[in-house]
């Protein structure tokens, strides 16, 4: 067996007071007290992230929708999103009835600009950039792009908390930047999921959205202006976090410096390792980018389909989950999975990407050691692929 790549990090210890204080009252309501968990958390976060407004809800697929939403979109609005992203935002596209366009995903997991300025052009209405497993796009080029065009731009950072662009925090960069609580994030509170944006009006209506219902907007430090304006105007989708959750979280905000340290030290520890071998190569991050990884994405080189189930069997064996993408039945994050959008052409990189994209989770809470062993099963279980077909003379 290799290293307990699953288990999660425990909870600090820091959340137990605030834990017992609501066990005791049962107050885990956002609007039932002032100054709330969830209004101190959003205090909190927004200010870590340099935002000006953060609303905390039950989901980032849920922060994914209110913002289309909060964004005033028409009926079957097209919305530019990538190939290469979780069902969670095609599917939050459908839910705010617009339209997905998917645009092509390189070899390096990120978009394809390209591809991505020819769709802009055909009559997109919003665009969702989804940092993939914190994988960032090319930034400078897609805000050029959709600015010159007038076009908003959310950003889906749920898996990249702690990546900066240019020194600037992942998830501030477009109009809205949507992030989640869900266990296998950096920060954890089973679900959750929070947005921040700079712009109070579409706050506002977010928050109204979300479930805060008659003047409940009160307790929200948010122009009142931007509120009055929106009362009763707004249907309640009643998305909103409860106290507990973000007890679970406030506690974790002061981790994730290390988090992000750590993690980024695993990712390239291993990363090194299977880049030096023949069988695999290692995406680099974009000049600009500063990655905060808890996983490992690699391509296979030359493998044939078979190869590839082969390998993943022989890690299984040295105890690493390899996922390859695009090999895995019902894998989420392959499109043709997608049925519930229907039919979505060509996109030929991006399914050669996904047939090829290797994924392991690689939590900071390894040890250099640890990575180490993960890295030697990866590469024994090449080696062993490959023993084999010399063998055969093939
Ligand atoms: C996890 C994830 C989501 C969905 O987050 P939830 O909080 O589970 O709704 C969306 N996009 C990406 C890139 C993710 O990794």
Not at 7 to 18: G, H, L, N, Q, Y
Not at 287 to 305: C, G, H, K, L, W
Request: hydrophobic content about 45%.
């Amino acid at each position: 067996m290799t290293a307990d790549m699953h288990t999660a990090e425990p909870i600090p210890s820091a959340a137990k007071d605030e834990i017992d204080r609501l066990l005791a009252t049962g107050d885990l309501f956002r609007y039932t007290s002032d100054n709330a968990p969830v209004a101190v958390l959003e205090k909190e976060f927004a200010d870590m992230m340099g935002a000006k407004y953060a609303l905390a809800v039950s989901s980032c697929s849920a922060a994914l929708f209110l913002s289309l939403k909060a964004l005033g979109l028409p009926r079957d609005a097209r919305v530019l999103i990538p190939a290469f992203t979780f069902a969670a935002v095609p599917s939050a596209v459908v839910h705010a009835d617009c339209q997905p366009v998917l645009c092509e995903v390189a070899d390096n997991y990120r978009i394809n600009i390209a591809d991505f300025q020819a769709k802009l052009d055909d009559n997109i209405s919003a665009v969702i950039i989804s940092h993939m497993r914190g994988h960032t796009s090319d930034m400078d080029a897609i805000m050029a792009l959709c600015d010159a065009r007038d076009i908003p731009v959310i950003e889906d950072a749920a898996h990249s908390l702690g990546t900066t662009w240019d020194g600037q925090n992942i998830g501030t960069i477009g109009r809205v930047g949507c992030f989640s609580f869900q266990s296998y994030k950096l920060l954890n509170a089973g679900e959750g999921g929070i947005l921040i944006t700079d712009d109070a009006d579409l706050v506002a209506q977010a928050v109204i959205m979300s479930g805060a219902y008659e003047h409940n907007w009160k307790k929200h430090p948010v122009l009142h202006d931007a509120f009055e304006k929106w009362q009763n105007k707004l249907p309640l989708y009643n998305l909103r976090l409860n106290n507990m959750s973000a007890v679970l979280v406030r506690a974790q905000l002061a981790e994730v410096p290390r988090r992000v340290k750590d993690g980024l030290r695993n990712h390239d520890r291993v990363a090194t390792a299977l880049d030096a071998s023949p069988y695999f190569s290692v995406p680099a991050p974009l000049a600009p980018e500063q990655r905060a990884p808890d996983s490992i994405q690699f391509n296979m080189v030359d493998f044939t389909a078979e190869q590839a189930q082969d390998f993943v069997a022989h890690a299984a064996e040295l105890g690493v989950k390899i996922q390859i993408f695009g090999a895995s039945e019902d894998n989420a994050r392959a499109f043709w999975n997608w049925e519930f959008i229907g039919p979505q052409g060509d996109l030929s990189q991006t399914r050669n990407m996904l047939m090829q994209a290797c994924d392991v989770r690689l939590p900071a809470r390894l040890s250099i050691d640890d990575c180490d062993k993960v890295a030697n099963a990866i590469l024994s279980a090449a080696a062993q692929v490959f023993d084999k077909a010399a063998q055969y003379g093939t």
